[in-house]
């Protein structure tokens, strides 16, 4: 029983290391556009940063600039931890390559670089949460409300949009089973 709890431990352990960096050779020179940046992530603090948008609410001059200060700042840090976890992906495959062919090898390094990115990504997850701070630390009540009614309208929009491009497309999501979740029987 003690072997096949290891052995699942271990395909589990494989699966997850693969499957954040399923061809290291391939990802080496990944585009820089696939940053998890504001501007590609946080889609609420890129939708505050769009000029109509601030328009809208109300934000202008100074205000704007601050929000755009405390912005970059955010932003920098999460362009600088997508690099260090790319790079660190990087490494933690070559590891698992080696860890993996080899029966008996330490597994130590291994799991000291996915603690260090489970990290990375905690810190990541904080900075997104930051920008959603500094939003409110930097708008007015009834400009935040303005900014709530339409960061949920474009939600909304966003959510049926998809919905009608699934339903259009005749997709549908399998359940645990491979069939049809119940919701969308």
Known sequence: MQNLTLALIFA????????????AAANRERPRM??????YGNWVGKQVMNPEFMEKVGIHSEQAQKLKEEMD??????????????????QQA?????VLAE?????????KLVER??????????????????????????????????ITAEGRRRLKERMERREREGRQRPG??????ARER
């Open 94 to 98: 070559d590891i698992a390559k080696k």
């Open 117 to 150: 990115i489970g990290t990375m990504r905690t810190e990541q997850a904080k900075l997104s949460t930051q920008i959603l701070v500094v939003i409110r630390d930097n708008l007015t009540e009834a400009q935040r409300a303005k900014a709530n009614e339409l």
């Open 176 to 181: 645990p089973s491979g069939q049809p979740s």
């Open 12 to 23: 589990l352990v494989s699966a997850s290391l693969f499957a954040q960096q399923p061809d």
């Open 73 to 90: 700042r955010i932003d920098t840090r999460l362009r600088t931890l997508d690099e260090e976890i790319h790079m660190a992906a990087l």
């Open 34 to 39: 696939m940053s998890r940046s504001l501007n």
């Open 103 to 111: 029966p008996g090898q330490s597994t130590e390094e291994l799991m």
